[in-house]
């Protein structure tokens, strides 16, 4: 689904990302993690279509990012770390903004939104202006639309920044919902129990370079947690 080759990012002399290669299957929560700084959200903002990479290739779901930029985008959903909601509209007007621009059919768009805010439990909330939401809700109400438009990859940036705990659970059974479908959520957190419990597999950034990538078990052998294992890559604690 998702497959990077030598993806890196250079800011004049400074170098963001080394050369990376990723190879991300359909049906799969695979997890990012890194310290600060480490090259997270400018990797994420490369294989979104976002943020042009240096040098690599980047494709998803078979299409070449940058020779085919709005097909492959169209199978993308991308929620950065700090998303921009509209307050003055209301839920519901919100996600037909979104809708409109995805170019979806407007004889469809209705049952859609209606549909997507019902799965993350805003169906009551839908003529609500956002500016009335709660953090959890509006992080919802972003899943939501980044979902609308059907995407086969869903790439999110730290999704549980700030979030109850009944909150983080709907919004981890939504990822493993999705996987089961076989579409692919590529996702970033600090909350290294979140990645242990929802990841199919992990990939562990630091200093820009990727330093492990394999499932929770293949990480951790039997005597090391996942926390433990980040720590001693990482060098400790920032």
Do not use: W
């Not at 994420?44 to 709005?70: C, N, S």
């Not at 169209?74 to 839920?91: E, M, N, Q, S």
């Not at 089961?180 to 957190?189: A, E, I």
């Amino acid at each position: 689904m998702l497959r990077a080759r030598g993806v890196e990012k250079k800011y004049g002399d400074f170098q963001a990302v080394y050369p990376l290669d990723l190879d991300v299957r359909g049906g799969e929560v695979f997890g990012f993690l890194g310290l600060n700084g480490a090259g997270k959200s400018t990797t994420f903002r490369m294989l979104a279509g976002v943020l042009p990479p240096t040098a690599g290739t980047i494709e998803v779901d078979g299409l070449d990012l940058a020779q085919h930029p709005v097909e492959s985008r169209r199978r993308i959903g991308f929620i950065p770390d700090r998303p921009y909601l509209y307050d003055k509209l209301t839920a519901r007007e919100f996600l037909r903004f979104l809708g409109e621009v995805y170019g979806m059919s407007l004889a469809t768009l209705d049952e859609k939104v209606a549909t997507e805010l019902s799965r993350q439990s805003l169906g009551e909330q839908a003529d609500h202006l956002v500016e009335s939401f709660s953090h959890g809700m509006k992080q919802r109400l972003v899943l939501a639309g980044a979902l609308l438009h059907e995407p086969r990859l869903l790439i999110v940036d730290e999704p549980m920044v700030g979030l109850d705990p009944r909150g983080a659970r709907q919004i981890k059974e939504t990822f493993r919902s999705l996987a089961g479908l076989g579409r692919t959520v590529f996702l970033s957190t600090h909350t290294l129990a979140v990645a242990a419990e929802v990841c199919d597999r992990i990939a562990i950034i630091h200093r820009g370079r990727i330093a492990r990538t394999g499932t929770v078990a293949e990480l951790c052998g039997a005597r090391e947690t996942l926390e433990d294992v980040f720590l001693r890559i990482t060098g400790g604690l920032e």
